[in-house]
């Protein structure tokens, strides 16, 4: 019988070699439907929202959030659909691009250590520092040896992140080639996306599985008990959506946070706002 | 008769005389209850996520959002309700502090400054510059001269934010003494809110009457062609979020912005899609 925890289900266990094509993108558990998990759904963005704002009280803690994946895999929507419940006060996105100069000057995480979310904020990583170890690599730009010292550092990194008290969580939004090319279809079908097509998309897909090797490494030697990968099944928007707020919400859930106790004397202050309730009524 | 535009109706036109007692804080409009109106704040809120995404797409403008009030006057509810439906990607929370150092050792406008939206997205400031003519002339920290300086200041800086297509709403947030009063009570009765009190948060209410001159004053000063503030009646939270949703939508509703045109041929792009999709059938 499979655990009912996401987050261990969908978790690279630390040490073990990922294998993509054991990872069913069309999975969706026991729902049938989006419309049948709907009420599941909308349960975890609520409770999604009660923790941040525990996070945030609470202060002692930082939430990292990476998101990665191919094109049309879903990164955009997770963050519209998902991580839009959070209260846009204490998260923050952060879309890495092609790095500028002045990022291309400094060493690959100089511009990912500077986005790192400060104490009780959450911060959301549209791809992330594992661009320098895919993309790049993908196209020859970093060689493996470059490749395995830069898992190094990630790993280090993140360990530092990780001792300052930043939980980090990182999905690989998993989607089939079938369902990217059905997702390029509707882009050329929607006249309102066609502002953001470009030929680079398209010509991408030949990398496919240049693509799916460099995630698999990554993956492997990057999954941590302080920073754990998952693959998330996204075919399925709905599904996707749900199983990363759920393994937020379990993992927020474990860290049995409670709001920190008053900073004043509650009856005294009780007893200050009735002289002021009193004066109120005099004037 | 009244227009029924909310922008217009509670706009503080450049170049007059605020008086806040002359605005109701009860103020609901045509409105009866929450209920009775929610229809209308979801429909402003969806519509407000389309424009954002437009003004994301469109990337010729940015949005700038102040929001400032008294304590207990909802600035962080009207940022969670309201503002909560925007993306988080392409629109930033600033909650402007007490100064740290580096800060106090600049020009008030040099943090905010670097806070300034960028082509595209949204800012949103929780508290803002206002903050250095509002609660340090209160206290005694610049006198009433300087405080002239700094209005002209803060017109010519939010001018030149302007000039570069930022589109600026200053919202007040209108609450009545008597509604402060019970909303502190409510923190008081509420134990998960104790952590965030403060014996300041009470004794600034002593200054109650300098607060509302000081905002008179500010608001007169400052309420321009390119950067209007707008009295937002406050002391019910749901018509306090539809004014102001209401108010950045018919903003944005008058920008007539569009889709930008592809920057790919996309019967050439539909043609590569139809070849990607042979490979996949003969493989």
Redesign the interface.
Known sequence: MPTTDYRTRFRIAPGTRVRLRDHDPGYKDRHRSKKEAAPEIERYARRLRELQYLLY?EGRRSLLIVLQALDAGGK?GT??HV??Y????G???H?FKVPTPEEAAHDFLWRVHQAAPRIGEAA?F?RSHYEDVLVTRVHGLVSKSECKARYAHINAFERLLADRATVILKFFLHIS??EQ?RR??KR?DD??R??????AD?EE?RYWDAYQEAYEDALSRCSTEHAPWFVIPADHKWFRNLAVSRIVVETLEALDMS??????D?EA??A??RE??GK?RES
Chains 1, 2 share one sequence.
């Open positions: 009280a955009d963050i519209r991580l839009g959070m209260n846009p006060q998260c923050r996105v879309a959301i549209n080639a079938e090319l390029f279809r050329l006249p309102k066609w502002w953001k097509l470009s030929e398209f897909r709001f920190p106790p008053p900073k004043v509650i202050l009780r200050r706002w002021l309730a109120e």
